[in-house]
């Protein structure tokens, strides 16, 4: 059996980096990889963009929809998980009193996002789940509970940035579609560190990082639009293809980096190597571990019930640090005094620690992290 332990990253090895959710971080294997791409691209970047670039992203594109359950013809790249949901948001037709429902697990920028559209009179409804919720029932009722007549989209995370909350989005897009909503999901942390499968979920939009937990160059998400939204969602910036299709309108927008979209297969060999069952099996019970020894180390308790989460884990402060200069001043100072690196976070109210578990992960990471966290907080 492989050892997942001694896989090889570019990741400081003295630092205890607990932040793999934060912005990914790259196996040897995948910078080594992107650098080789990256000298091919310049070899002749004409060659590359011109003729070769609409092959190289059809063959990319298949392996993707492969890992995510969707046909290909469902799928986009974008930049990022930023640039999809507002590239979703930004093509749908809004009226004067269409609402909008989210959770207060929402990413802080999709919450710009949804601001924004406040300027076409649109309500958007932010409705609160708890962090100790206890079943999957309670979490769609809450969610559903923020519906009307006039929802015309539920915005759903399925990993949560600020909680690292696991959503069911099965049964939230199950429960949408009973009622004639459309469903969007801010799958930023789910690539790689779930299992997906889009087409089985029934959602209309579904927008997920590949820089994060599959580990390729930063730089790359996809995009999986619903076959009757194929013709309606088009990118923030229109070029050449925009009028062409869905493919030709979001293949090229413009002279980019085709390093990040071309170095994904790489991600995907390094991770088929060591079989994706036994590496989110081992991230998920190290983050667990780790949580409870930072919790017994800082005297408080890990905030969210095992079955709603994955690789990311909360564990609550002794303190409330009320704003995030407070809180990002606790992050540097675990960085600068104690070499350790993780997400101060806020939810309702409660600040917590969030904490992720990554092959380069070991136990004394979190022990490093609960004893910094104590003298930080002293
Ligand atoms: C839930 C969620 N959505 C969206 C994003 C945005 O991702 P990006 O910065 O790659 O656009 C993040 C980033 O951490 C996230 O956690």
Request: proline share 5%.
């Amino acid at each position: 059996m492989t050892d997942l332990t001694a896989t090889r990253w570019l990741v400081d090895p003295d630092h205890a980096y607990l932040n793999h959710g934060g912005f990914g971080a790259l196996p040897v294997s995948v910078a080594e990889a992107a650098a080789a791409i990256r000298a091919e691209v310049e070899a002749n970047p004409t060659d590359m963009l011109m003729r070769r670039w609409p092959a190289l992203i059809d063959a990319v594109r298949d392996r993707v929809a492969g890992l995510l359950g969707t046909d290909p013809a469902n799928l986009v790249f974008v930049p990022n998980a930023t640039a999809g949901t507002a590239t979703v948001l930004s093509s749908l037709h809004w009226e004067p009193g269409d609402e909008v429902v989210s959770t207060d697990h929402r990413y802080p920028a999709v919450a710009s996002q949804l601001g924004v559209l406040l300027r076409y009179g649109v309500k958007v409804v932010e409705q609160h789940v708890p962090v100790d919720i206890g079943s999957v029932a309670e979490i769609v009722d809450r969610i559903m509970a923020g519906v009307t007549e006039r929802t015309k989209l539920v915005v759903i995370d399925s990993i949560a940035s600020p909680t690292g909350f696991l959503f069911p989005v099965a049964e939230i897009a199950a429960a949408a579609r009973e009622r004639g909503i459309a469903v969007l999901v801010d799958g930023a942390h789910a690539p790689g560190q779930i299992a997906v499968d889009i087409d089985a979920l029934g959602v209309d939009f579904w927008v997920g990082n590949l820089h994060k937990w599959v580990c390729s160059p930063r730089g790359c998400a996809a995009l999986a639009v619903a076959p009757k939204w194929r013709d309606v969602v088009r990118p923030l910036v229109a070029s050449h293809g925009y009028s062409l299709g869905y493919h030709d309108a979001f293949d090229w927008t413009g002279t980019a980096d085709p390093v990040p979209v071309l170095a994904i297969p790489a991600a995907l060999d390094f991770w088929d190597s060591l079989g994706w069952d036994a590496v989110r099996r081992h991230q998920r019970e190290l983050v667990t571990a780790g949580a409870r020894r930072v919790a017994a180390a800082i005297g408080t308790e890990v905030a969210i019930a095992d079955e709603f989460t994955a690789a990311m884990r909360l564990v609550r402060l002794p303190v409330d640090l009320r704003s995030e200069a407070e809180r990002e001043a606790v992050a540097y100072r675990l960085i600068t005094e104690h070499g350790v690196t993780a997400h101060i976070t806020e939810h309702a109210g409660t600040t917590y620690v969030r904490m992720c578990g990554q092959l380069y992960n070991t136990a004394e990471h979190y022990d490093r992290l609960g004893e910094a966290l104590t003298k930080v907080l002293a």
